[in-house]
């Protein structure tokens, strides 16, 4: 009986002593994730209308997570919109009919919203086309 009984305590022992040992070793992984760069622009018309020479256009939702910020692009029929002022917000520029211009989006990774809208010039709103989208620096 106290060979059986030194016996069980033996194995107690050892399972003791091996998971102590498991517990103390460690182990460890890395872990790396790649987040793809996404820009865009969402357009609200809300608040759209006109008033005098203002064309209130509505709303533009910009989201970018680029590390380095982003612009926004301006894309319309060349030939048109000559002397039209577009305001982003705070932002504006003056388009010169050659179809394409930029505005300053943000520094860094952002979400705003900015209202849009467009001094008329002498040819009105006359684009066939114009598109605005977020592109990365």
């Known amino acids: 009986m106290a060979k059986k009984l030194i016996s069980a305590i033996a194995v107690v022992v050892a399972a003791t002593a091996t998971t102590s040992a498991v517990a103390t070793s460690s182990m460890g992984f890395n872990l790396r994730a790649v ?19 203002v064309a209130r256009l509505g709303q533009l939702r910009e989201y970018c997570n680029a590390p380095a910020g982003y612009q926004l692009e301006v894309r319309y029929s060349p030939d048109s919109l000559r002397g039209v002022r577009l305001n982003f917000g705070n932002e504006s520029v003056t388009l010169d009919g050659s179809g394409f211009a930029t505005i300053p989006g943000a520094s860094g990774p952002k979400i705003q919203t900015r209202a849009l809208s467009a001094q008329v010039g002498p040819n009105g709103f006359d684009a066939r086309e114009f598109q605005v989208a977020a592109i990365a620096n």
């Open 35 to 53: 987040v793809p760069v996404t820009c865009g622009v969402q357009y609200n018309p809300a608040g759209a209308g006109f008033t005098d020479s």
